[in-house]
């Protein structure tokens, strides 16, 4: 297989990749006939305007852009996609811009497909609860028009207000309500996809049920921008709960903390909606940083903390069967201390000293950011490791994420973005995985940042699959080159 970047160079930077010669330049003739088809409004090419959609989230991938161009429309996007699909136009689909491994910005001066104006609800089914929208539509948006409907979005994460629901199909994004409604495969019943060469991909169907040859829109779920363009999506929104609840726990050990997991799956049952924890660094990060008071004022720094939710319809007892389930934890001495919110607002605070890490890590240092799917009973070693390998090089070294699904998140920061502290961690922490049979991508996807690492979690097999997919639907690749898969 070909390298075709060097680690070397300042890692997620164009210096450290090479630009593909078989991608043409944009031209005034590409400005010109892109502007046609999008409007004025729909073209940005000064630098000044296109700079936000060439830099991501976490402020460490940042490329460049000829152009951003916005369309209204699958028609408009079918138009951009033929137009640079003939001229060699190398292309970045793009959503709200919350991707954490540099999978929806450009590198050296790829278009970016914005599709920020393509934000209509098409059709909310009020008594199936089938929705079919456009890609654009933010996520907490959705959930808000959804929710007078009695209805919630399968999915919340907490980037909820900017990304959009094209980027989380395409990310397969997993976030804190997998535990209780399972992964976006299982509740996106259609989607309308343009290929690489502009032909518009109908798999828009509504149907709960439909075992009619191969399930296509499978392929497109977690492609990540490399195989066509999501345009519509039509997904099974679930239930609204009307009582949630949220307990807030501390634990003294991980193994406590699985226990805690483990007995919340048996006794919450149906009603456990969500079950995460955070470590005592992050909890330090949350409260340094952002000025999050730790709910156990005047106690000490817990190692662990356990955030569980129930949500239950009408008339269920779900607030109660939290309180019993509280005590017993209590009376066998599985947490040392605990809190029950006794309102949204208390809820809203303790959601928000899980969901801030991410925030409070930026602001903490250059972030070495990693989310792995691995044995609930190995999952913390990592952490530890990492602690004792690092010595004193990284300045924090933190462990939360979604317990309830196996998925760590491992940060470590530092001053600046540092060379010798990337060098301890990687290929350390893959291999480590890898030895684990876990994944190093559980629900953030491969973007630049781990294309060269999905042999640590695909087979030969399964990746030469891949390309060989990747060719058929994409021949010229000007699907977000170098992302997510190896060079083909
Ligand atoms: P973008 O970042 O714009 O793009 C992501 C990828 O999808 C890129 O490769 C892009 O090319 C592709 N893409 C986007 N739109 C389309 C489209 N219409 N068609 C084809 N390809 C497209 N992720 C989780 O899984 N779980 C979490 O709990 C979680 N929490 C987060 C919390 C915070 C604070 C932040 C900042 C991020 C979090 N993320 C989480 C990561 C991110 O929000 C998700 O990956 C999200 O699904 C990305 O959606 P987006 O619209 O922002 O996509
Ligand atoms: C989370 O669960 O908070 C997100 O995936 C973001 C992160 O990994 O920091
Ligand atoms: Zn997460």
Redesign the pocket.
């Known amino acids: 297989m070909k390298k075709f970047f060097s680690r070397s160079a300042s890692r997620f930077s164009a210096a450290a990749f090479q630009r593909s010669a078989k991608f043409a330049k944009f031209t005034e003739f590409d400005a010109r006939e892109l502007s046609r088809i999008v409007g004025p409004n729909g073209i940005l090419t000064d630098p000044n305007d296109t700079t936000p959609y060439s830099t991501d989230?976490t402020r460490q991938f940042q490329g460049a852009t000829a152009a951003v161009l916005k369309p209204k429309s699958t028609a408009e996007v079918a138009a951009i996609l033929r137009h640079c699909n003939d001229r060699n136009l190398a292309v970045?689909?793009?959503?709200?811009?919350?991707?954490?491994v540099g999978?929806?910005v450009p590198l050296f001066d790829e278009i970016v497909l914005s599709?920020s104006r393509m934000n209509e609800i098409r059709a909310i089914d009020a008594t199936t609860g089938i929705v079919v929208c456009e890609?654009g539509c933010v996520l907490e948006r959705l959930d808000a028009r959804l929710a007078e409907h009695g209805y919630a979005a399968p999915v919340d994460?907490?980037?909820r207000g900017?990304?959009?629901i094209?980027?989380?199909v395409?990310?397969n994004?997993?976030?804190?309500r997998l535990v209780r409604y399972g992964s976006l495969r299982g509740t996106v019943l259609g989607l309308e996809v343009v290929k690489a060469d502009g032909t518009v991909l109908d798999f828009m169907t509504s149907l709960r049920k439909d075992n009619t040859g191969f399930d296509l829109k499978q392929l497109f779920i977690g492609s990540?921008?490399t195989l066509?363009?999501?345009?519509g999506v039509s997904f099974l929104a679930v239930q609204r709960s009307v009582t949630v609840d949220v307990a807030y726990l501390a634990c003294s050990s991980f193994n406590d903390a699985i226990e805690v997991y483990r007995r919340s799956r048996r006794r919450l049952g149906e009603v456990l909606s969500a079950c995460e924890f955070m470590d005592g660094e992050a909890m330090r990060l949350v409260n340094t940083h952002l000025g999050l008071e730790n709910p156990f004022l005047g106690r000490p720094n817990y190692p662990f903390y356990v955030l569980v939710e129930t949500a239950g319809s009408a008339g269920s007892n779900s607030s109660s069967q939290l309180e019993t389930f509280l005590e017993d934890l209590f009376e066998e001495k599985l947490v040392c201390d605990g809190i029950l919110a006794a309102d949204g607002r208390q809820a809203t605070a303790l959601w928000a000293l899980r969901e801030r890490i991410?925030?409070a890590l930026r602001i903490d240092g250059y972030v070495h950011k990693y989310d792995l799917s691995l044995p609930l009973s190995q999952l913390y070693e990592l952490v530890e490791a990492m602690r004792k390998r690092t010595g004193g090089i990284a300045k924090s070294v933190v462990g939360y994420g979604h317990l309830g699904d196996g998925n760590l998140h491992l940060n470590l920061t530092s001053d600046e973005n540092s060379e010798q502290l990337a060098n301890v961690i990687e290929p350390f922490v893959y291999e480590w995985t890898a030895s684990r049979r876990g994944s190093v991508s559980a629900?953030?996807?491969l973007?630049l940042m781990k294309a060269h690492c999905i042999s640590y979690s695909k087979s030969p097999e399964a990746i030469q699959m891949m390309m060989d997919l990747k060719r058929m639907l994409d021949p010229k690749g000007i699907l977000?080159p170098y992302?997510t898969l190896p060079m083909y």
């Not at 994004?173 to 804190?176: D, H, K, S």
């Open positions: 989230w970045v689909p793009q959503g709200g811009n919350t991707g954490l999978g929806g599709t890609a994460l907490g980037s900017s990304c959009q094209g980027g989380n395409a990310t994004a997993g976030g804190t990540e921008g066509g363009v999501i345009t991410a925030e629900e953030h996807g973007g977000n992302k």
